[in-house]
């Protein structure tokens, strides 16, 4: 059985000898065991070029933005960023954002569930635009100043 593992090993050696100098591609993918496949994380540029307004539901306890495609949460001074199952951390609106782990997230964010998150940012929003229309929305709002860096882009800081 070795004897034929090492025979087939060497077999690929004296193929790929031949593709590498052809500058063909050559790639074995060999899992042993019950090793799960490794997931692959997208990396998606963000770009917020203005501030986006935030809202405060009451079940929440901090900010979450509206109109723009991210989802962004305000809560102690900071901007936290959800995207591809990973929270991102950062200073400003618009990055530079740090990856940073679920169990390093402020208690009042990470006593919630994303989809809670978006369910209460999505029913204060209904709020909102159904005050906004006779000018009588009683919620708390926060709106950043125009942030003059201009780092928009998420980084994978690992």
Request: with cysteine; glycine share 8%.
């Amino acid at each position: 059985m070795q004897r034929k593992i090492l025979a087939g090993l060497i077999g690929l050696l004296l193929i790929s000898a031949p593709l590498q100098a052809s500058d063909v591609g050559f790639n074995i993918n060999l899992s042993v065991g019950n090793q799960p496949a490794p997931r692959v994380v997208r990396a998606v540029p963000v770009v917020i070029e203005e501030p986006p307004m935030f809202l405060y539901p009451p079940q929440l306890g901090f900010a979450v933005a509206i109109g723009i495609p991210y989802d962004v949460v305000y809560l102690e001074g900071r901007y936290y960023l959800y995207d591809a199952d990973i929270w991102h951390v950062s200073s400003r609106y618009n990055g530079p954002w740090v990856k940073v782990k679920h169990k390093h997230l402020p208690p009042g964010l990470r006593k919630h569930k994303y989809r809670e998150i978006v369910e209460c940012r999505d029913r204060e929003y209904h709020s909102y635009r159904k005050a906004s229309h006779d000018g009588h929305y009683r919620g708390k709002t926060h709106k950043p100043g125009k942030d003059k860096h201009k780092r928009k882009h998420k980084h994978d800081d690992d």
